[in-house]
Every structure is written in structure tokens, then in C-alpha cells.
């Protein structure tokens, strides 16, 4: 009885190639089919249509788990370093607001953050309304992830 609530596989994987590659589908369940299919080390390629709205061939054993990512535990360091032990309610706000911005960018964390140190000042200044510094070509396509990051979250809670 069990086995019957399990899908197949090889359906399983069809069903996430068919939707990985759709560019209207929200990215958040994108990136938990791809963190399902790197937990049973599938041995498969996919085409992930992605935030960009560009189509990139994945091969899942060449995926790391999210806390493996060296730019995104980088700015989940910083955050502690500067909120552990002075504001813990910022700490978990920001915390919260890093895991939300994982699930739009992986797999690609090295590819958007390019510059933790920025990544942490522009979510915090985002988060609590604060202004922050543009003066480089890297900070604007940083501030560009993070806004079409946002773009997204509206976009859904309007649905």
C-alpha cells in the first residue's frame, strides 16, 4: 500500500524534466525538484529554464547540497557574525530571508553572489528599508538578482 503513494522513478524524473524546463512555472518548486533528484543521486541530465529566462543543462551528480555552496554559507556567516549576539530577532529575519532567496537561486549561488559582503548589506538594507551604495557593475547585477528575487515573491503571493 505504501509503494502505491511512491511515483515511479523514471516518472518522477520525467515529470521534473517537464517542469524544470517550463519558464512560467514558479522557481521555488524548480529548485526543490532539483534538491529531491541531487538527495537520490539521480544519475540524469535536465534543462533548467531559470530565472534569467535562459535554459541551462544540469547534470544532478554535479550538484552540491545548498550548504555547500561557499557564497551562500559566506553571507549566512556574516549574518551571524553581526546579529549572533546583539539582535537575535534580525538574526532570524535574516536568516529566514537568505533560505527564501536560496530556493530562486540554486543552483546558481556563485553565479549571483558574487560579492557576499554586498549580498548581506543589500538584504538587510531591503529588509529593513534602508539605503545602500551602488557604484559598481557587480553591485547592480547584484541589486539586479535580489529585485527580480522580489519580483518573484510578489508575483506568487498575488496567485
Do not use: C, H
Not at 6 to 13: A, I, K, M, N, R
Not at 147 to 159: H, R, V
Amino acid at each position: 500500500m505504501e509503494d502505491a503513494k511512491q511515483l515511479p522513478f523514471d516518472e518522477y524524473v520525467l515529470a521534473g524534466k517537464n517542469i524544470l524546463r517550463d519558464p512560467f512555472l514558479w522557481e521555488v518548486p524548480k529548485s526543490q525538484i532539483l534538491l529531491e533528484l541531487v538527495k537520490i543521486k539521480a544519475n540524469v541530465s535536465v534543462t533548467l529554464n531559470w530565472l534569467d529566462n535562459r535554459d541551462y543543462e544540469i547534470n544532478i551528480l554535479k550538484l552540491k547540497s545548498i550548504d555547500q555552496y561557499s557564497s551562500l554559507v559566506a553571507v549566512l556567516n556574516i549574518i551571524e557574525d553581526n546579529y549572533a549576539s546583539s539582535d537575535p530577532i534580525k538574526l532570524a529575519l535574516l536568516e529566514k530571508e537568505l533560505f527564501t532567496q536560496s530556493n530562486y537561486i540554486y543552483p546558481f549561488f556563485d553565479k549571483v553572489i558574487t560579492d557576499p559582503e554586498y549580498w548581506f548589506q543589500a538584504i538587510v538594507a531591503r529588509s529593513f528599508g534602508d539605503q545602500i551604495d551602488v557604484n559598481t557593475s557587480d553591485q547592480r547585477l547584484i541589486m539586479k538578482w535580489i529585485s527580480i528575487i522580489y519580483d518573484q515573491e510578489s508575483k506568487i503571493k498575488l496567485m
